[in-house]
C-alpha cells in the first residue's frame, strides 16, 4: 500500500511540475510577445511623426506605409477631406482579459489633401481585435 500511495505521490509531482513548466513557458513567451508588440507600435509612432509631417508629400506617405507594410488607402471621409487610412493585421502580444485569441491591429491615420499631400498630424492606433 506504502508503494502505491509513493508512485501516486511521484506522479501527482511530475504532473504539477510540467503544469508549472508549462505556464512559465507560456508566460515567458506572453512576455517576449508584449514586448515586440509595444516595440512595433513604437517604431511605427515614431516615424510617423518623423516622417508624416504636414506638408510630406504623396510618394513619402506611401513609401512610409510600404516600410512599414502597412496596406492603405486614400478615402474621401464625409466633409473631412481625404485620408490616408492604414491597417496592419498581426498577432499582439498576448489577449487581453475579454479577448479570444492574439489577433491585434496597428492603425496609422492621416489627413491629406487630394493630392496626398500631408495637412494634419498622423495618429497611430492599435488593439486587440477579438475582444467584447
Same mark, same amino acid.
Given at each position: #500500500?506504502?508503494?502505491?500511495?509513493?508512485?501516486?505521490? !511521484?506522479? !501527482?509531482?511530475?504532473? @504539477?511540475?510540467?503544469?508549472?513548466?508549462?505556464?512559465? *513557458?507560456?508566460?515567458?513567451?506572453?512576455? &517576449? &510577445?508584449?514586448?515586440?508588440?509595444? &516595440?512595433?507600435? $513604437?517604431? =511605427?509612432?515614431?516615424?510617423?511623426?518623423?516622417?508624416?509631417? =504636414?506638408?510630406?508629400?504623396?510618394?513619402?506617405?506611401? &513609401?512610409?506605409?510600404?516600410?512599414?507594410?502597412?496596406?492603405? $488607402?486614400?478615402?474621401?471621409?464625409?466633409? #473631412?477631406?481625404?485620408?490616408?487610412?492604414?491597417? +496592419?493585421?498581426?498577432?499582439?502580444? /498576448? $489577449?487581453? +482579459?475579454? /479577448?479570444?485569441?492574439?489577433?491585434? @491591429?496597428?492603425? =496609422?491615420?492621416?489627413?491629406?489633401? $487630394?493630392?496626398? %499631400?500631408? *495637412?494634419?498630424?498622423?495618429?497611430?492606433?492599435? #488593439?486587440? %481585435?477579438?475582444? @467584447?
Amino acid at each position: #500500500m506504502r508503494k502505491i500511495k509513493s508512485r501516486v505521490a !511521484l506522479a !501527482l509531482v511530475i504532473v @504539477l511540475a510540467g503544469v508549472a513548466g508549462w505556464f512559465a *513557458t507560456k508566460q515567458y513567451r506572453c512576455k &517576449r &510577445r508584449n514586448a515586440e508588440f509595444s &516595440r512595433r507600435i $513604437e517604431i =511605427v509612432e515614431k516615424d510617423a511623426r518623423e516622417q508624416i509631417k =504636414v506638408g510630406t508629400k504623396k510618394d513619402a506617405v506611401a &513609401r512610409f506605409y510600404k516600410e512599414h507594410e502597412i496596406p492603405f $488607402e486614400v478615402v474621401r471621409v464625409n466633409d #473631412m477631406g481625404f485620408q490616408a487610412i492604414g491597417t +496592419l493585421y498581426t498577432i499582439g502580444g /498576448c $489577449e487581453p +482579459l475579454g /479577448c479570444g485569441t492574439d489577433e491585434a @491591429l496597428i492603425g =496609422v491615420r492621416v489627413q491629406v489633401d $487630394e493630392e496626398g %499631400t500631408v *495637412t494634419g498630424e498622423p495618429r497611430v492606433v492599435d #488593439m486587440y %481585435t477579438n475582444c @467584447l
